[in-house]
């Protein structure tokens, strides 16, 4: 033996008791390789030294160590079984005790004597009695009190546990005793009633917190005179740092000790569960610890352990209280777990007390997402269900029943379809999209009453068309169909489920369908299916066709509910067949800007807007659809919708267009298809690569206009007005590749097809002066010309776009010396409407006009200010001025280099511009105006500057020029 080691624990009893407890808690160190463990440890192991002192002197009692889950008791009872075994082989007084132990097993509670059975096992007994208690072993569980037979059988255990201290100290361990059968804890009971001058000492852990009522050893083990108690308790802040120090070192001490203290509780096993993953983590970088506690795996499976091993009542509360993951009521915090207050109340301080809650909740996330992840799905529908129900009997809020309800993921009661209702449509007036479809999906799954169901799926179609017009064709839309065919769908949304169908070109299913709004007691003046009637006239022409004849819808307000011309959906019907009888465009002016004005952006509106959008722009009234359609879009993307600044993108897209600015239409018609992919557009991905075929072809970007071309098309899409805008861009583009027959045939079928819809108005597509085009590239001018003065004739007023197409193409037609007047009654077209790019052509061959007239002054003056709006419009290459070899101005008179129009002439300098464009002379023009010759030739010459010009001829062009600047 190693005397240095030993020589405390020959003479144990010589040695002062202070001295006793520091060379135990040394030894217990060595063993256990953790200093740390033994933070106000010293009192217990001084009392375990005065216990074991009066063994030696023969005499034995109780010591119970209590304390809640993973507060050290096991360790501590190992560390005083370790002392008592060297002891026994060291100490002459100590030298024969016999050291028994056994720990307790929840799933052994039942079964009689099994503890004693296990603690007793090595030891020799009376045969008899060895029978006896094997006997006893396969015997059913006593219910209520022991039996007589059963106490007699344990107090002869007991006896025989005397005998055998007779000869020799004995020391009985049991952990986890609360885990014990009831035979054997009455064995126990009765043997340390029996201590008081036996030789026995017995040790027991039990867990704090057990209330089971057949259990009264706790007290009967503290039997006075004999027993004694230590209770272990979590550590505090200060013991938790000095840990921390000690396995971290002191700096990372200071800076996570709060934090680990804070995460476990005190709580050892937590601790060192947290130190093991904050050295994992940190462990290749042990100079880089951090400022933040690192929480893992092994705090996970620490948290899991301290579960377990307590009592089924604290687990399910501690299930329940991270699934709700808020504090809670009592009276419904009870009710969820299935216990009555006061043992929920004992649950709770068991949690706390084992540091995984504080104040009602989890100290840590860590631990209350494993726990979660240890629940079962079921496990957790069930809670939510409960919590739920009890939400709703006793005043709960409806989002907070409805949040369990979605949580849950089913519902059994009938009123919950209807909050689930409620709380989708307030999610959607704050725009909460995601919270709406959960709503209306379990809603719609849960819903026993067909018609019902239905009508929610509508709405969910709805709500989702927002976000996925693909997502309510794979998911929704068959479902509506049949509902539809059923005639289980609500009348009010049938007219939506045929907008769906015809989006996604499923043309001939939706006309089939058209009938069900005129069967039996369908109404067909109710709004729903006037706006679709206008609709179709508008946007599918070819599905109007199939509307029973007399059945449209008046357009007339008088006999209308003021709800109707409230909504805007009648006005919007009103401007499309204002459009297409060929209206003045004040009116139709005036009508849209009362539905921008007044119909707030929604599902229920977005087609209403947009056809007044459209509408402006039929009626080249850009510079109002402009700004509208930016504000539309701009709300559309605030409430969360993409497919509605989707579709207003489409149309801003359009507008960029036939505004003249190109790179802004391939912006714009990129960005709707960033938004929405080409698959969820349906047949209206016609208008958008109409655009960018057009955008590209006028920026001479013709492969990147092929590419759209190569594109695939939806069914469907010839039978809707985005077919024309097709047909027009592809036409366009075969035009400017000199494709002029495969123009003209995309031209003429889009007149076709204007013809047999009746709305084959200009403002639309003006195919007529693009055939036109395709005509004289033929050399086929009759042709031309009867084309464009057609145009011209059904144009709306003779300063539109359409009418200065027409004049461009009439223009072209006729010798040079006609020519002029042409040009520039279509230059002021194009300036009037906004049409830039058209301008720019108008331009050109304005000042080829002149140049083929030898006034090659204003033909360079006329292609100059071409240039710079082309350049603007992002439109063609800069055409070569007349009279150049590519590119190079003809050399001519030096002229003063262009400048920028910014300086505005003076009312002066504009009088005496005007009078002097009139061919007046110098002198005339100072009589005229009451000023000397010398004024006029300064207002001359700052005039001259200004314009940008050398000669007085040129004064009248420049003035018209400088007006269409400024337009």
């Known amino acids: 033996m190693n005397r240095t080691s030993r020589t405390w624990r020959t003479d144990v009893s010589r040695l002062p008791a202070i001295a006793v407890v520091r060379r135990m808690r040394a030894e217990f160190c060595q063993k256990t390789g953790v200093v740390a463990l033994l933070v106000q440890r010293e009192e217990h192991l001084r009392l375990f030294a005065a216990k074991l002192d009066s063994l030696v002197a023969g005499r034995g009692g109780t010591l119970v160590v209590s304390g809640p889950v993973a507060s050290g008791k096991t360790r501590l009872l190992r560390a005083f079984l370790m002392d008592a075994a060297d002891k026994s082989s060291s100490d002459r007084g100590l030298s024969t005790t016999l050291l028994l132990s056994t720990t307790g097993y929840p799933a052994t509670r039942e079964v009689p004597l099994w503890l004693m059975s296990q603690l007793l096992g090595g030891v020799e007994l009376p045969p008899e009695l060895r029978r006896e208690m094997d006997a006893a072993l396969s015997e059913p569980p006593a219910q209520g009190d022991l039996p007589l037979a059963s106490v007699r059988l344990a107090q002869r255990v007991a006896e025989a546990v005397l005998v055998l201290a007779a000869d020799r100290p004995v020391v009985l361990a049991v952990d986890d005793l609360q885990d014990g059968d009831a035979l054997s804890l009455e064995c126990l009971v009765h043997l340390a009633r029996r201590l008081v001058a036996t030789p026995v000492l017995l040790v027991a852990a039990v867990r704090s917190g057990v209330s089971d009522p057949r259990y009264g050893f706790h007290g009967a083990l503290l039997h006075e005179g004999i027993g004694s108690g230590i209770r272990l308790h979590r550590l505090n802040e200060r013991d938790v740092a000095t840990l921390v120090a000690e396995r971290l070192g002191r700096a990372v001490a200071d800076r996570v000790g709060a934090a680990c203290f804070a995460a476990t509780g005190g709580n050892r096993l937590l601790i ?21 506690l690192f929480v893992g795996e092994a705090f996970c499976r620490a948290v899991l352990g301290c579960l377990d091993r307590s009592d089924a009542a604290t687990r399910r509360t501690a299930e329940v209280v991270a699934m709700l993951g808020h504090p809670s009521s009592p009276r419904k915090l009870a009710e969820l777990v299935g216990l009555d207050e006061h043992e929920l109340a004992a649950a709770e301080a068991t949690l706390e007390a084992i540091g995984v809650l504080y104040r009602g909740e989890f100290r840590h996330s860590v631990a209350r997402d494993a726990v979660l992840a240890r629940l079962t799905g079921a496990d957790r529908t069930q809670i939510h269900l409960r919590a739920a129900a009890f939400l709703q009997r006793h005043d709960g809020t409806i989002d907070d029943i409805v949040d369990h309800l979605l949580a849950a993921g089913e519902i059994h009661e009938p009123y919950a379809v209807s909050l689930l ?38 709405r969910l179609a709805s709500v989702v068309w927002r976000t996925s017009p693909i997502a309510v064709a794979e998911h929704h839309l068959c479902a509506l169909i049949n509902a539809i065919r059923e005639g289980t769908l609500p009348d009010a949304q049938i007219p939506v489920v ?20 005129y069967e039996d007691d369908g109404d067909p003046a109710k709004e729903q299916t006037r706006s679709l009637e206008w609709s179709l006239r508008h946007t599918y022409p070819a599905l109007a066709e199939r509307i029973p004849a007399g059945l449209w819808g008046t357009t007339d307000q008088e006999g209308l509910t003021p709800d109707l011309v409230g909504s805007g959906r009648l006005l919007a019907a009103r401007l499309v067949s204002e459009v297409f009888a060929g209206e003045p465009p004040d009116r139709v002016v005036i009508g849209a800007q009362q539905i921008l004005q007044s119909c707030p952006l929604d599902e229920d509106t977005l087609d209403t807007l947009a056809t007044a959008l459209i509408a402006l722009t039929y009626v080249d009234r850009l510079d ?13 993307h605030e409430r969360r919708a993409p497919t509605w600044a989707a579709v207003l993108g489409a149309v801003r897209a359009d507008i960029a267009m036939r505004e003249g600015y190109m790179a802004e239409t391939v912006q714009y018609a990129h960005a709707a298809l960033g938004i929405l992919p080409a698959p969820s557009w349906g047949v209206n991905i016609g208008l958008i690569r109409g655009l960018l075929v057009v955008a590209h072809t006028r920026m001479d970007e013709y492969d990147k206009a092929a590419e759209q071309l190569r594109q695939p098309l939806p069914d469907g899409l010839f039978e809707s007005r985005f077919g024309l805008h097709y047909l027009f861009g592809r036409g366009q583009y075969y035009q400017a590749v000199d494709r002029p027959y495969a123009a003209l045939s995309d031209f003429k079928a889009c007149g076709d097809l204007l013809s047999r819809w009746g709305m084959d108005q200009p403002n639309i597509v003006a195919w007529r002066s693009a055939a036109a085009q395709s005509h004289l590239a033929l050399g086929q001018h009759d042709h031309a010309r009867e084309l464009a003065e057609e145009q011209l004739r059904l144009s709306p007023r003779r300063n539109s776009r359409p009418a200065g197409l027409a004049l461009l193409a009439l223009a072209a037609t006729v010798p040079p010396a006609e020519r002029v007047p042409l040009l520039d009654a279509a230059v002021e077209a194009f300036t009037q409407s906004g049409a830039r790019f058209h301008l ?8 080829r006009t002149h140049h083929a007239l030898g006034d090659d002054g204003k033909a360079q003056l006329v292609i100059r200010h071409g240039r710079r709006i082309e350049k603007e419009c992002r439109g063609r290459q800069p055409q070569p001025e007349p009279g150049s070899q590519d590119g190079t101005e003809i050399a001519e008179a030096p002229r003063t280099p262009w400048v920028p129009l910014t300086d505005e002439l003076s009312a002066a300098e504009r009088r005496v511009a005007s009078l002097a464009g009139l061919g007046q002379s110098n002198r005339q023009i100072a009589d005229k105006l009451y000023v000397t010759i010398s004024t006029v030739e300064q207002h001359l010459t700052r005039t001259y500057r200004k314009l940008g010009i050398t000669r007085r001829s040129d004064i009248t062009t420049a003035l018209r020029l400088r007006t269409v600047e400024t337009v």
């Open 624 to 636: 109002l659809a402009r700004p509208w359609c930016d504000e539309l879009i701009q709300r559309a």
């Open 498 to 517: 045929l907008g769906y169908m015809l989006w996604h070109g499923r043309v001939a299913e939706a006309g089939d369908l058209v009938s069900t709004l």
């Open 421 to 458: 209702q409620c709380v989708a449509e307030r999610a959607l007036a704050v725009d909460d999209i995601d919270r709406a479809v959960r709503c209306l999906q379990l809603a719609a799954e849960c819903c026993a009453d067909e018609r019902q169901r239905a009508a929610i799926i509508g």
């Open 840 to 847: 720019t052509r108008a331009l050109f061959d304005l000042g």
């Open 272 to 292: 060192d569960a947290v130190l093991e993953d904050h050295t994992a983590q940190f462990d290749a970088f042990p100079s880089e610890r951090g400022d933040t």
